[in-house]
DNA sequence: AAAACATACCTTGAAATCCGATGCATTGAT
DNA sequence: ATCAATGCATCGGATTTCAAGGTATGTTTT
């Protein structure tokens, strides 16, 4: 088994996070920044990213904007007074996700 | 969204966590034991536990006695040799997990 | 200058994972 | 007696994720 597996059920509170605290980011930059944060564990692929992105996006947590740079394009994704909400409470469960973690490598005995 | 999706992709290692430490365990056992230790947040039903724990077992990672409690039974389940290699590697991957995420809500910034 | 790799968007089909519902049986509480 | 809890299990469907493929530009290497 790969660390990576642990990210799953992970993506979408992440991915939150990420961009609130940035404030802006493209998809492609999200890639990279997960990989880097997680050590080049989390390897977040196209197939599961865009989706993703476009599911929050409909749910109204994620607006867009497509921009230039150079001759490409980039689509960049902010945080949505919705997404906001979503994030906080996405950082809250992760806090807690964390400790419950900890719990389990080092639980107090029944 | 709940918390408890934040547990998808880290059922199997924490059932080696559980069963490790606790030297045997059933099934029931086991999901009451992942609800208290994750504060109510993890509650693995049954459609998910007795698949993975069978799957685990097949793998070789497991071993299972059906022991009588009264006139019930309870099948208990422990860790195999190779069962509990996957249990430390399952742990050393737990706290590098945690640690990742924790840079997700404190990034150095890049 | 050709090839290879990185950047940048996307979709699709399949695999894997997980949940809800259901089934059966015993025990304990109301 | 009825309901909740304990204890095992399966099944179908929903959701999530991945691998592969598609298109195109920019950069680096040979």
Request: no cysteine.
């Amino acid at each position: 088994m790969r660390t990576s597996e642990l990210y799953k059920g992970s993506l979408e509170s992440l991915v939150l996070q990420l961009i609130g605290k940035q404030g802006e980011m493209y998809g492609y930059e999200l890639t990279q920044r997960a990989k880097e944060l997680s050590a080049g564990n989390l390897n977040i692929t196209e197939g599961t990213l865009y989706p993703l992105l476009h599911k929050l996006e409909s749910e109204g947590k994620l607006k867009s904007v497509v921009r230039p740079y150079g001759n490409r394009t980039r689509k960049y994704y902010s945080l949505t007074p919705e997404g906001k909400h979503a994030q906080a409470q996405a950082s809250e469960r992760i806090q807690a996700f964390i400790e419950q973690l900890q719990q389990f490598l080092n639980p107090k005995l029944a």
